[in-house]
């Protein structure tokens, strides 16, 4: 697979179907991030990194990396830079599962369920709740549990953050 493609094409309009086969090379590890990524979602299916070995004596150049299914099932796919190779391959790859691949797993997947950073920031919410209750010590640590517990409520008005203090507090 050539990394060039990986980095130029973000896989967002799927126009490129996307294959692995043992000797691909890459540039970058990220562009290997991006195409496994990007290979799972077309498949149906979740990623996790699995192990990293880095270089013996260089501890910033990684030099293994593995994939697997989230589900762990038997799929999995090796890379590896070699110490005089300019490029990453794929040294090994096991594409079979032992379940049913489906594109609704990605969306339900923890790690694509979290909120964008400029939805729900937490050092705003600090900043206007320690501003309109300067009597009360707030931690940031309790107000990051707090909008956790209630991040499922779906009361809106304009003094939701006002009220959860509130309620807190009671």
Same mark, same amino acid.
């Given at each position: 697979?050539?990394?060039?493609?990986?980095?130029?094409?973000?896989?967002?309009?799927?126009?490129?179907?996307?294959?692995?086969?043992?000797?691909?090379?890459?540039?970058?590890?990220?562009?290997?991030?991006?195409?496994?990524?990007?290979?799972?979602?077309?498949?149906?299916?979740?990623?996790?990194?699995? %192990?990293? +070995?880095?270089?013996?004596?260089?501890?910033?150049?990684?030099?293994?990396?593995? /994939?697997?299914? =989230?589900? #762990?099932?038997?799929?999995?796919?090796?890379?590896?830079?070699?110490?005089?190779?300019?490029?990453?391959?794929?040294?090994?790859?096991?594409?079979?599962?032992?379940?049913?691949?489906?594109?609704?797993?990605?969306?339900?997947?923890?790690?694509?369920?979290?909120?964008?950073?400029?939805?729900? %920031?937490? +050092?705003?919410?600090?900043?206007?709740?320690?501003?309109?209750?300067?009597?009360? /010590?707030?931690? =940031?640590? #309790?107000?990051?549990?707090?909008?956790?517990?209630?991040?499922?409520?779906?009361?809106?008005?304009?003094?939701?953050?006002?009220?959860?203090?509130?309620?807190?507090?009671?």
């Amino acid at each position: 697979m050539n990394s060039e493609i990986v980095l130029n094409n973000t896989y967002q309009d799927d126009t490129y179907e996307i294959k692995f086969q043992v000797g691909d090379s890459f540039d970058d590890w990220n562009s290997i991030h991006i195409a496994v990524e990007a290979y799972a979602k077309q498949q149906g299916f979740v990623t996790n990194k699995y %192990r990293k +070995d880095l270089d013996s004596i260089d501890k910033s150049i990684i030099r293994h990396q593995k /994939y697997v299914c =989230k589900i #762990n099932c038997p799929w999995h796919v090796n890379f590896y830079f070699e110490k005089y190779a300019s490029t990453i391959k794929l040294t090994q790859l096991s594409d079979y599962h032992n379940h049913q691949c489906n594109s609704e797993i990605i969306d339900l997947a923890p790690k694509n369920l979290k909120l964008p950073h400029a939805i729900l %920031r937490a +050092d705003q919410q600090y900043d206007l709740l320690t501003k309109k209750f300067p009597e009360h /010590y707030i931690k =940031k640590k #309790n107000l990051y549990n707090a909008i956790s517990k209630f991040r499922g409520v779906q009361i809106h008005n304009e003094f939701d953050a006002g009220e959860m203090l509130s309620y807190l507090l009671k």
